[in-house]
Structures are given as structure tokens and as C-alpha cells.
């Protein structure tokens, strides 16, 4: 799919100043991940399957520790 047909959304999460975004797009097959920076470069595609396993690793409960953290 053209990355110029898909609807794109940006987090909930993302401030309105621009930063660090990433924006989404579902179709009936994959799930597209763009840098909101870089609209027309080149987008990551996961299969539904691969996304469910990554989404885990969002929380911050989830996120490795600091060497700070590891330290104590």
C-alpha cells in the first residue's frame, strides 16, 4: 500500500511541538510506523503479530534499566 493512502495518526502521547513523534497507520494486513519529521521517507511495516510482540517494550515498566538503576 502507497504510504500516501494510509491514515496516518500521531500518538495521544505526542506533544504539539513537534520532537520526538511517531505516527501510525493500520490496514487490513500490516501496521506502518513513520517518523512524523520525515513524512515521505521510507516507513517501517509490521506484520499484526510482530507489533503485539513489540508493544510490551513501550511501558516504562517494561524499559531496560539505566546504568544508574543497575548500579544501586
Known amino acids: 500500500m502507497n504510504s500516501h493512502e494510509?491514515?496516518?495518526?500521531?500518538?495521544?502521547?505526542?506533544?504539539g511541538?513537534?520532537?520526538?513523534?511517531?505516527?501510525?497507520?493500520t490496514d487490513h494486513a500490516a501496521i506502518h510506523i513513520?517518523?512524523?519529521k520525515t513524512p515521505t521517507a521510507p516507513?517501517?511495516?509490521l506484520s499484526p503479530t510482530t507489533w503485539l510482540?513489540?508493544?510490551?517494550h513501550?511501558?516504562?515498566t517494561n524499559s531496560p534499566a539505566?546504568?544508574?538503576?543497575?548500579?544501586?
Open 66 to 72: 539505566t546504568p544508574q538503576e543497575t548500579a544501586e
Open 34 to 36: 513513520r517518523d512524523s
Open 17 to 25: 511541538e513537534g520532537g520526538e513523534c511517531l505516527e501510525i497507520a
Open 58 to 60: 513501550l511501558s516504562p
Open 53 to 56: 510482540a513489540f508493544l510490551p
Open 6 to 15: 494510509l491514515n496516518w495518526r500521531k500518538s495521544s502521547y505526542s506533544g
Open 43 to 45: 516507513h517501517l511495516t
